[in-house]
């Protein structure tokens, strides 16, 4: 059975930093990605980032290219989300999902994701 657990989330005053991992446990797609997906209050789910476990590959949205970096330990089968210059918008519950990796593609939709945790909370002060 697969599991994924985020952690790292918290509260911070904008311009600062935060580091989310996201640790999948199990038997998982192979090669497989790790997503991050954020939900704000009253907002549907924003796509963030994913990466491709085998090589390393990342996709970001426009709205964090430039200042969140997305990370992976295969040995440890982590993936950590680097967030800097943090805005007040980007609060939200942060949650990370696996999805199958195909060459040449990368998933952005919520739908092609499965195996989600639970979710960590971020919230930046401004």
């Known amino acids: 059975q697969v599991q994924v657990v985020e952690s790292g989330g918290g509260l911070v005053q904008a311009g600062g930093s935060l580091r989310l991992s996201c640790e999948v446990s199990?038997?998982?797609?192979?090669?497989?990605?790790v997503g991050w997906f954020r939900q704000a209050p009253g907002k549907g789910r924003e796509f963030v980032t994913v990466i491709k476990m085998s090589g390393g590959a990342t996709y970001y949205a426009d709205s964090v290219k430039g200042r969140f970096t997305i990370s992976r330990d295969n040995a440890k089968n982590t993936v950590y989300l680097q967030m800097n210059s943090l805005k007040p918008e980007d609060t939200a519950v942060y949650r990370c999902?696996?999805?199958?990796?195909?060459?040449?593609?990368?998933?952005?939709?919520?739908?092609?994701?499965?195996?989600w945790g639970q979710g960590t909370q971020v919230t930046v002060s401004s």
């Open positions: 999902a696996i999805t199958r990796d195909v060459f040449g593609t990368f998933f952005r939709s919520a739908a092609e994701f499965d195996h």
């Open positions: 199990g038997r998982t797609y192979s090669p497989y990605a």
